[in-house]
């Protein structure tokens, strides 16, 4: 993420739209279960959420420092934080209830690594577990606003079928202006 993604992503601005709007409407119509793998937890607004929502939640952040810090902060809670990569999922398969990526698919470096990521999501989750992504629509203002970022976006039209070929199933896309969330299941 560029300097500025990871300034916005830690406003107080940033946290409330996550708690009233994005989180809400990714999780509408779902069940998290007892165990969530969040991936890319950043500054935690997410994780913060989530903590409110499931027994235990497990959150994945690629960066070293965000995932030190956000550990120190949730230590001795239901939360639990390591630092990895969504394409290399640290945990055995069939292990999570849920696994939930905000704003997470389009950094990752290619689509290569998102196929990947995929893979592992269908690895890690039990039978009858749900992943759930919001995510943003290709175009030119999110492009600019990831000048000097990782952004490979993820096309609303083509995912249903990515993701059915790891096994997804039962798998919706809604859009809204510029975003779109999915939700699919692991059979």
Partial sequence: MNAFENWFCGTSFWRRVTER????????????????LELGAGPGATTE?????????????????????LGARFNNTNANVLQGDAAALPFPGETFSSVI???????????????RAFAEIYRVLK???VFLA????DGWLQRFGHIK????????????????????????????????RLGAFRG
Avoid: C, M, N
């Fill in 21 to 36: 709007t994005i989180l809400p409407w990714t999780l509408h119509g779902y069940s998290l279960g007892d165990s969530v």
């Fill in 149 to 180: 970022s990782v952004f490979v976006p993820v096309s609303p039209s083509t995912i249903s079928t990515q993701l059915a070929s790891f096994g997804f199933s039962e798998i919706t896309v809604e859009s809204k202006g510029s975003s779109f």
């Fill in 127 to 129: 039978p009858g577990g």
């Fill in 49 to 69: 959420e989530l903590r409110k929502r499931a027994k235990r939640v497990t959150s994945l952040e690629y960066d070293r420092r965000f995932a030190a810090k």
């Fill in 101 to 115: 990526a905000i704003l997470v698919l389009h950094h990752l470096k290619s689509r290569e690594q998102q196929e």
């Fill in 134 to 137: 919001f995510e943003i629509k």
